[in-house]
């Protein structure tokens, strides 16, 4: 396995953002020729609360150091203490920095994401400059921030979840739980099930305690947005039923955090890849896309993984996922600006 390049491509409040390029055996060492490689641009998944770019799809990275290309696995601000707002900057400084790099071709750059990386993925497939002329989703979040599924709460895990902390705000809930805005910490889907006691929860405190807390108490949005309260605003709408316009409950600041509310026929064309079992981010969100890049007319495919879930495995990549690879090279048959 190749070693990465490890480079800090931003710095913010003295917290320093890495990436990881990996170069394919035929590419020197040296950054100082320009090789021009096609790059795959990747974001790890843990719901935008957890992970690392420790965490890749592991055939992903081979597969595109085997056709030559370059593979790059970015950090990004977490949520808590920092919002969308603070990843859709670091995907702004992360596009400049690229282009200080000679080896790569920002002509040619193609994002993934898996899980809520997929929503990072999506916001650079948006607002990256210039604009990738390609986008892999697996599994991915930000389809369909405004489904009930975001702002409903499960009382009958909060309980077991909570612990004794139940009270917090998006301000001040970083400083009490000692979280920093980064992770070296690689949240690896195929983790040992079994580990953990009947009944056992994540600490309480942790990233992945509080991922789990935001979702059972229906506050995701409050995290994304920074506005506490902002999920019992959609909640108390009617959850989208009775025909009340959720979208219009989005103050136009907020607008630009919403991938669904922002995609336009622009948009790179795409791989979207959802298992039918996913108990975690339900296969609705890539659907939706689907049907709104079917819509505007930009190039789609769609693979509805029958009876997979949420995780990642060699399986999953060779009945399912290999044929990105194939497709992202359509993507970049030209290097004519999408």
Same mark, same amino acid.
């Not at 390029?21 to 320009?34: C, G, I, K, N, T």
């Not at 203490?81 to 282009?99: E, K, Q, R, V, Y």
């Not at 009947?198 to 947005?225: C, N, Q, S, Y």
């Not at 996913?278 to 819509?295: A, M």
């Given at each position: 396995?190749?070693?990465?390049?490890?480079?800090?491509?931003?710095?913010?409040?003295?917290?320093?953002?890495?990436?990881?390029?990996?170069?394919?055996?035929?590419?020197?060492?040296?950054?100082?020729?320009?090789?021009?490689?096609?790059?795959?641009?990747?974001?790890h998944?843990?719901?935008?609360?957890?992970?690392?770019?420790?965490?890749?799809?592991?055939?992903?990275?081979?597969?595109?150091?085997?056709?030559?290309?370059?593979?790059?696995?970015?950090?990004?601000?977490?949520?808590?203490?920092?919002?969308?707002?603070?990843?859709?900057?670091?995907?702004?400084?992360?596009?400049?920095?690229?282009?200080?790099?000679?080896?790569?071709?920002?002509?040619?750059?193609?994002?993934?994401?898996?899980?809520?990386?997929?929503?990072?993925?999506?916001?650079a497939?948006?607002?990256?400059?210039?604009?990738?002329?390609?986008?892999?989703?697996?599994?991915?979040?930000?389809?369909?921030?405004?489904?009930?599924?975001?702002?409903?709460?499960?009382?009958?895990?909060?309980?077991?979840?909570?612990?004794?902390?139940?009270?917090?705000?998006?301000?001040?809930?970083?400083?009490?739980?000692?979280?920093k805005?980064?992770?070296?910490?690689?949240?690896?889907?195929?983790?040992r099930?079994?580990?953990?006691?009947?009944?056992?929860?994540?600490?309480?405190?942790?990233?992945?305690?509080?991922?789990?807390?935001?979702?059972?108490?229906?506050?995701?949005?409050?995290?994304?947005?920074? #506005?506490? &309260?902002?999920?019992? /605003?959609?909640?108390? @709408?009617?959850?989208? %039923?009775g +025909?009340?316009?959720? =979208?219009?409950?989005v103050?136009?600041a907020?607008?630009?955090?919403?991938?669904?509310?922002?995609?336009?026929?622009?948009?790179?064309?795409?791989?979207?890849?959802?298992?039918?079992?996913d108990?975690?981010?339900?296969?609705?969100?890539?659907?939706?896309?689907?049907?709104?890049?079917? #819509?505007? &007319?930009v190039?789609? /495919?769609?693979?509805? @993984?029958?009876?997979? %879930?949420? +995780?990642?495995?060699? =399986?999953?990549?060779?009945?399912?996922?290999?044929?990105v690879?194939?497709?992202?090279?359509?993507?970049?048959?030209?290097?004519?600006?999408?």
């Amino acid at each position: 396995m190749p070693e990465p390049q490890t480079f800090v491509y931003s710095t913010v409040n003295e917290c320093e953002i890495h990436l990881d390029l990996y170069l394919p055996a035929a590419a020197p060492a040296s950054q100082e020729a320009p090789l021009a490689l096609p790059v795959v641009l990747f974001f790890h998944g843990g719901g935008v609360f957890r992970g690392s770019r420790k965490s890749v799809l592991p055939e992903l990275k081979d597969a595109a150091l085997f056709k030559n290309w370059a593979f790059i696995s970015a950090d990004y601000r977490l949520l808590l203490p920092s919002t969308g707002f603070d990843i859709l900057t670091d995907i702004a400084a992360l596009f400049t920095f690229l282009a200080t790099l000679p080896a790569i071709d920002t002509a040619r750059i193609m994002v993934a994401g898996h899980s809520g990386g997929a929503y990072v993925a999506r916001q650079a497939a948006i607002h990256g400059t210039p604009r990738p002329r390609g986008f892999f989703s697996v599994s991915g979040q930000g389809g369909h921030l405004l489904s009930p599924a975001y702002f409903t709460p499960k009382p009958y895990l909060q309980k077991k979840l909570l612990g004794t902390y139940r009270k917090y705000s998006t301000r001040s809930s970083a400083e009490f739980l000692g979280l920093k805005e980064c992770s070296e910490f690689a949240w690896e889907w195929r983790e040992r099930r079994g580990k953990r006691k009947a009944g056992e929860v994540p600490v309480v405190g942790g990233r992945a305690w509080l991922a789990g807390m935001a979702a059972v108490m229906g506050t995701r949005l409050d995290f994304l947005t920074g #506005r506490e &309260g902002f999920s019992g /605003v959609l909640r108390e @709408a009617g959850g989208g %039923g009775g +025909g009340v316009d959720l =979208e219009a409950l989005v103050p136009m600041a907020m607008r630009v955090l919403f991938p669904e509310l922002m995609m336009g026929g622009e948009f790179p064309p795409s791989f979207v890849l959802h298992g039918t079992g996913d108990k975690n981010v339900g296969i609705g969100e890539s659907e939706k896309t689907v049907k709104e890049l079917e #819509r505007m &007319g930009v190039e789609c /495919v769609f693979v509805a @993984a029958e009876n997979w %879930g949420h +995780g990642w495995s060699e =399986e999953v990549w060779n009945r399912w996922g290999k044929d990105v690879v194939p497709f992202f090279e359509r993507c970049i048959s030209d290097k004519t600006e999408a």
